[in-house]
């Protein structure tokens, strides 16, 4: 409805009222509010308490209940809602304004975070003007129903680097009444793996999850998985452990090798070693592999089964050696089984001692003998074990016709001896065959060597030619003989020698009616001149035919000396040690022991050749001699090396032919040092000269590099170069130097070094201070090197030096060389600021010889200071000097404190660093002495407008004596 008032206001004094009309307009606010669900939708009483049920949500969830508020009124409407009664519950939006005739739809929100339980929890939506809506909310926040074995697992310590991971199983099981979706926020590492992905698990399921823990490094672990459910909620899940390696180590490290020596066939020996368990944990132990392996060496082992170590725990192993037949000397490492990895633990060596006897021949044939002649073949017999036997033949069954020397004796164990078989004939065709003739082993009687031997008599026949060779000893020549068949069957001929210096085929076949040439080969093994009265060396060759002939060449042969078995043409450089490696041959079926004599013309002790005197060589076997050579100095030099038995004075040599090079670099010495400092190098050399001292010169081809000279190092003693590297220039690169060492006796020792250098810094900090208008000036030092004369050059960081100078102007200044210890060098800094604060400069002198030298300045300004006073004479004039120091044209304004103190002009204009005199007179107002007043100079800074800079003069008026000028007694802009 509208209703209008008309109001009257009369005030005193005023013939007429004042009026006004008033007009009012009442309405009432039209509005419902709705709960929606699904396709239903439920009004709302203003007048009760509605009651919502939201359910039961999870943790980070939400309940979501759909309310609309209508207004059906004229006129907008506003709402504001309470949910005070709980912090889970919202509304959205929670205040606004609704448009007539039109509906605003809201969310009515449960979303807890924590559990929590609404029981009658009251909210309320304010109608501006209108009702009040009492909403009663009923519901439940919980945790999803999903349990876990386990929230955190200790694996404790772990083994690194085992061949089976440690696992354990992680069980989740499904309690809630819905299904829940379940991810894995986790990333595999290389230490900890867990084997789940997302997954769906249903209501009342169960999953259970492989949590695989291997350690890389010796530390803690500590890791946190996390599971997420429902996309909402975070399950924790705490993984340590701790890496650590497994330690069964030997109680008595001396124990690390285990020698059970040399143990007789048949005999025990037994060794006992102790373990301890340094790991934290129990640890697997196991043998098996080694005993496996150790049982192929008869060793055995105890306990070689798996066994469990706990923490500080000892055992002992047994470990038991019985050879049951020879076995060489051995080393072998022993594996063991840690926490099933192979682990080095000990080495086991030692050797089975046992007979072991063989012959080089299993039957000695002599073939047709003549009769009344004696022939002998060799036997040798070898024994190949560790024990030294005595041995007998049985020569009785030998008799008459073959005897065995020596018929008995005794061979040391790694040996050989030689046994001569003899055959004399007596009867002519009789054919001697003995079979199985025995040697027995006194120390082994079960030990079995037999031979058998075979000959054959004959009649003797007419010698059918006289053959003479001659060679070079231990080298060859053939000769021929023709054999010719005039028979009609084939001839199958054994040529036999009875001197093993020739030898030729073993068998001849030869056809009916045809002829061949049979080959002779003399090869002698000792020079004719060794031999017995030097005679020639002489021998048969019975070649017996199937006619019942037989053809016999009488032989004689000349061994020469030997020739050279090498020439070696060697380049070696200087001063580096070379070792030449000799193959030596021995060409008998014996062992030979060589002397060896290396001949070289020798120049002093300038030359070095070492090696062993003597060599040891098997029979027909080959070894490697070694000797070194190195000579001092350039040289050419030619010599032999010759290896004699002393026994049968037979020899080889070899011829070498060494030429030295120029020595190479014998050491690359870095230094680095910053300019201007010291550092020493000690260059150690030995004078191998026993009986000489030398003196060597030395040249180098940097300045840098200072030595004291002459070098002198006295006979077979050790000299001690100090090198000092002193630089004055800052290198930007790194310098190669080179140092040469040198003396007639030992030649050249040339050395490497590579020089940098580094900045020195600042040479001073130099602090100075002076009032604006005044200038300092300060001495600055410092002390060149320069082995010359040269030239220093200063310069500032600033283009046009302006606030410091140098105070004489000279910036080149020409300087004579440093003494020893260096000498010194001054100059004048003057510092005249121009504006007030601090400013900093660098200066920097140059010279091309003695280097850079830098100093860091630092002048602050302070306000102008207070001068005079100036004295002035009554009726007379004083002239005060003043200088403009700013780096601008600046205008001064000038003024006196004292009526008796008068200027010829209030302002000038001084140019930058210009000096001008100011005229101040005085003339007396009374008869009262002395007058005190004061002249201020003044002016806006140029580099801060807004700061005022002003200068005060103290003026003093005297009684005058007479008309004269004053002068101001100490100039200004002086210090």
């Not at 061949?163 to 900890?192: A, C, G």
Request: hydrophobic share 35%.
């Amino acid at each position: 409805y509208q209703r209008r008032v008309h109001g009257v206001c009369r005030v005193k004094k005023k013939t007429t009222p004042l009026t006004c009309n008033l007009k009012g307009e009442g309405y009432t606010v039209h509005e419902r509010m709705a709960l929606r669900a699904a396709q239903d939708l439920l009004i709302l009483q203003p007048s009760v308490v509605n009651t919502i049920d939201l359910g039961k949500v999870h943790l980070n969830d939400k309940s979501v209940r759909n309310l609309e508020l209508s207004n059906s009124g004229q006129y907008n409407m506003d709402f504001k809602w309470n949910t005070s009664g709980s912090r889970f519950v919202s509304v959205d939006p929670p205040i606004g304004t609704i448009a007539k005739g039109e509906m605003c739809p809201m969310q009515l929100i449960f979303a807890p975070t924590s559990e929590c339980q609404l029981d009658n929890v009251r909210i309320s939506c304010k109608i501006t003007n209108g009702h009040t809506y009492a909403l009663q909310l009923n519901g439940t926040g919980y945790v999803p129903s999903l349990n876990f074995s386990f929230r955190q697992y200790d694996f404790g310590p772990c083994f690194l680097k085992t061949s089976k991971p440690y696992k354990t199983i992680l069980v989740i099981t499904n309690n809630d009444h819905q299904d829940l979706s379940m991810d894995l926020s986790w990333e595999n590492k290389e230490h900890l793996e867990v084997s789940l992905g997302a997954s769906v698990l249903q209501k009342g399921e169960r999953k259970e999850v492989v949590i695989t823990f291997m350690p890389k490094d010796v530390i803690t672990y500590n890791e946190t998985i996390t599971f997420e459910v429902n996309g909402l909620y975070t399950v924790p899940i705490t993984i340590t452990g701790e890496g650590t390696v497994p330690r069964i180590e030997l109680v008595n490290p001396s124990q690390k090798i285990v020698n059970f020596g040399a143990v007789r066939v048949g005999e025990v020996c037994r060794r006992q070693v102790k373990l301890v368990c340094k790991s934290k944990v129990i640890t697997p132990f196991s043998m098996e592999a080694a005993a496996q392996e150790l049982s192929n060496l008869q060793i055995t082992v105890l306990p070689k089964s798996y066994v469990e170590f706990k923490p500080k725990e000892s055992r002992v192993i047994d470990l038991i050696f019985q050879p049951t037949q020879r076995i060489r000397p051995f080393s072998q490492d022993v594996y063991v089984d840690i926490a099933g990895i192979p682990r080095p633990l000990l080495s086991v060596s030692g050797s089975g001692q046992g007979i072991e006897l063989h012959l080089d021949l299993k039957t000695v044939s002599f073939g047709p003998v003549v009769q009344g002649t004696t022939v002998t073949k060799k036997l040798l017999l070898f024994n190949t074990g560790d024990v030294g036997v005595r041995f007998v033949w049985d020569i009785k069954r030998m008799e008459p016709d073959f005897q065995i020397l020596p018929p008995e004796g005794f061979i040391q164990a790694h040996n050989e001896i030689g046994m001569e078989v003899i055959y004399s004939p007596k009867v002519v065709g009789h054919t001697a065959v003995v079979d199985r003739v025995r040697c027995a082993i006194r120390e082994d009687p079960d030990t079995l060597l037999e031979v058998n031997v075979n000959g054959q008599c004959v009649d003797v026949p007419p010698v059918t030619e006289n053959l003479k060779f001659q060679c070079v000893v231990r080298k060859s020549q053939p000769k021929v003989v023709k054999i010719t068949n005039n028979t009609g069957s084939i001839w199958h001929l054994k040529p036999q020698f009875d001197n093993e210096s020739w030898t030729g085929p073993l068998v001849i076949d030869l056809k009916p009616q045809e002829s061949c040439n049979y080959e002779i080969i003399y090869h002698p093994m000792t020079t004719t001149r060794n031999r017995p009265n030097g005679a020639p060396e002489t021998g048969k060759l019975f070649i017996p035919l199937p006619t019942g002939e037989a053809r016999v060449y009488n032989l004689e042969g000349i061994a020469d000396p030997p020739q050279a078995s090498g020439t070696y043409d060697r380049e070696v450089q200087c001063k580096t040690v070379h070792t030449e490696r000799i193959m030596v041959t021995n060409w008998l079926k014996k062992a030979q022991k060589f002397k060896v004599s290396r001949t070289f013309p020798s120049d002093g002790q300038s030359i070095v050749i070492k090696g062993l005197d003597d060599i040891d060589v098997p029979a027909q076997a080959t070894r490697e001699y070694k000797f070194t050579f190195m000579s001092y100095k350039d040289v050419r030099l030619n010599g032999t090396v010759t290896f004699t038995n002393e026994e049968t004075k037979e020899y080889i040599f070899y011829n070498f032919n060494f030429k030295t090079l120029p020595a190479v670099v014998i050491q690359t010495i870095p230094l680095r040092v910053p300019v201007r400092n010291r550092v020493v190098h000690e260059i150690i050399l030995e004078n191998p000269l026993m009986d000489k001292a030398i003196t060597l010169n030395i040249k180098c081809d940097s300045p840098d590099l200072t030595y004291p000279t002459p070098f002198n190092i006295p006979a077979g003693a050790e000299g001690r170069l100090l090198v000092t590297y002193f630089p004055l220039v800052l290198k930007p690169n790194e310098v190669t130097a080179k140092l040469t060492l040198s003396c007639p006796e030992l030649g050249d020792f040339p050395y490497i070094f590579k020089l940098s250098t580094v900045p020195v810094g600042t040479e001073k900090y130099i602090r100075m201070q002076c009032p604006l208008g005044l200038n300092q000036s300060q001495t600055l030092r410092f002390t060149h090197f320069a082995k010359g004369n040269t030239d220093f050059f200063f310069k500032f960081t600033d283009p046009k030096p302006s606030v410091f100078t140098k105070t004489n102007g000279q910036y080149q200044v020409k300087v004579g060389p440093a003494g020893a210890d260096g000498t010194e060098i001054s100059f004048d800094v003057t510092f005249e600021p121009c504006k007030l604060g601090e400013v900093k400069e660098t200066l920097t002198v140059t010279s091309p010889l003695a280097g850079d030298y830098t100093f860091s300045l630092l002048g602050q300004c302070l306000p102008p200071q207070r001068q005079g006073p100036v004295d002035i004479k009554g009726n007379t004039t004083a002239q005060i000097p003043f200088k403009n120091v700013f780096a601008e044209n600046v205008a001064f304004s000038l003024v006196t404190d004292h009526p008796a103190f008068t200027l010829t002009k209030s302002q000038e204009v001084v140019p930058s660093k210009k000096s001008v005199s100011f005229v101040v007179s005085f003339k007396p107002v009374d008869d009262v002495y002395p007058v005190r007043g004061k002249l201020l100079i003044s002016c806006n800074n140029p580099s801060e407008p807004d700061q005022k800079v002003e200068w005060t003069y103290y003026l003093r008026g005297l009684k005058s004596e007479g008309k004269e000028v004053s002068k101001a007694k100490k100039p200004a802009g002086t210090r």
